[in-house]
């Protein structure tokens, strides 16, 4: 395993429990999401999310009647993804299995393949590549494929939303070049935050994207409109919240305010 994998690894093998509470505290980029989803996903359908950490999509469809499958780089990502849905009482199959290595699991063809992770931290082009091309195979003709990015403008907007953070950051010489990517229409390879990590910049995700051959459906930034503004607008009434997430929704496929989100998600078809 590469170094950075094994970092990666690392990372969610320490913080499973994190992770699974991290859609708690920044709930839109759920509740969006999987309302983008759910325009084709019906109960019944066959599942296959890789790289889906511990497993808060999967079980989420699991209690919606889907037959899902969770593979993981993280062994402790899939523990955790495990003991939830034993609580929950679903079915879920679990591999701890780099997406890189799927062909060494016994996998079928799914209604749907989620890749809502692995491209966040494959630092390589040709590693990108490779996870989609598996996601693929592993994709029925006409199922759908999701695939989430994380997006260069989100360290921005982090600062934003954390008083004080602009000006450690813009205190560190090596976090230039990412600040410089944002202005200039560069993805940014990160290895100075949270773990090692692969930000794009927004232009670029629909050209990497139109290599493989899908129908695009949907290209829509996860959290809306709603992320510089979150930890304020989580604060207020459930009626203004529940108003902001209607309107979001409605925003949510307008590429000029693509730039609002953190991470972005490609929903496409295989012929």
Not at 4 to 18: H, M
Request: net charge negative; hydrophobic share 40%; aromatic share 12%.
């Amino acid at each position: 395993m590469n170094k950075d994998i094994e970092t990666v690894r690392r990372f969610y093998d320490q913080g499973a429990e994190q992770e699974w509470l991290r859609l708690e505290s920044h709930p839109f980029e759920f509740i969006l999401t999987t309302w983008m989803m759910d325009k084709y996903i019906r109960p019944g359908d066959t599942i296959l999310d890789i790289g889906g950490g511990p497993g808060r999509y999967s079980i989420h469809y699991a209690k919606k009647g889907c037959h899902v499958v969770l593979a993981d780089l993280s062994e402790g990502n899939i523990a955790f993804a495990r003991r939830k849905a034993e609580e929950e009482a679903v079915p879920l199959t679990v591999y701890a299995k780099n997406c890189l290595e799927l062909d060494e699991l016994p996998l079928e063809q799914y209604d749907h393949v989620f890749l809502m992770g692995p491209l966040y931290h494959l630092m390589e082009e040709d590693e990108r590549v490779r996870a989609v091309e598996l996601a693929l195979k592993h994709l029925r003709p006409g199922g759908k494929l999701y695939v989430s990015f994380i997006m260069v403008i989100g360290g921005v907007l982090y600062d934003l939303q954390h008083a004080g953070q602009i000006i450690v950051d813009r205190a560190m010489p090596e976090a230039d070049p990412f600040f410089d990517a944002v202005a200039e229409g560069r993805d940014f390879p990160n290895r100075i935050g949270f773990t090692t990590n692969y930000m794009y910049h927004q232009r670029n995700i629909l050209p990497f994207m139109d290599r493989f051959g899908l129908e695009k459906l949907h290209f829509f930034g996860q959290e809306g409109i709603l992320a510089p503004n979150y930890r304020d607008l989580l604060a207020r009434s459930p009626e203004e919240i529940a108003l902001w997430v209607e309107l979001a929704k409605k925003y949510l496929e307008v590429p000029e305010l693509l730039a609002y989100s953190e991470h972005a998600m490609y929903i496409g078809q295989k012929p």
